[in-house]
């Protein structure tokens, strides 16, 4: 049975940094698997936020480009998502999820499991 389990949220001042980790346990990771970030805030939808494939490659929402890095550690299982220069528009509940031979990087629909999620709150 595939578990992703995320970590690390947590409430952060504008500015301020965090860093969220998503530890996986089952068989899901193969060098087809892509994990990515998403994130859901209160009435809107859920944003593809970064993805990594197995070989390293990353993709960023542009809304997060040069302030978040998401990075894995493939021998763990665990990926992981800093994030820097946190923005009140950054507060969300952050999952991460696992995909096979993903095509579009930030379509969530494309992942086949998901985590609980962690809450991140950015206050000014």
């Known amino acids: 049975q595939v578990q992703l389990a995320e970590s690390g949220g947590g409430s952060v001042q504008v500015g301020g940094s965090l860093r969220l980790s998503c530890a996986g346990s089952?068989?899901?990771?193969?060098?087809?698997?892509?994990m990515g970030w998403f994130r859901q805030a209160p009435g809107k939808e859920r944003e593809g936020v970064a993805a990594?494939?197995?070989?390293?490659?990353?993709t960023y929402a542009n809304s997060v480009n040069g302030r978040f890095t998401i990075s894995k550690d493939n021998a763990k299982k665990t990926l992981y998502l800093q994030m820097n220069s946190l923005k009140p528009e950054d507060t969300a509940l952050y999952y991460c999820?696992?995909?096979?031979?993903?095509?579009?990087?930030?379509?969530?629909?494309?992942?086949?499991?998901w985590g609980q999620g962690t809450q991140v709150t950015v206050s000014s």
């Open positions: 999820a696992s995909g096979q031979m993903v095509a579009d990087k930030v379509r969530g629909s494309e992942y086949n499991y």
């Open positions: 089952g068989y899901f990771y193969t060098r087809f698997t892509t």
């Open positions: 990594i494939d197995y070989d390293g490659s990353t």
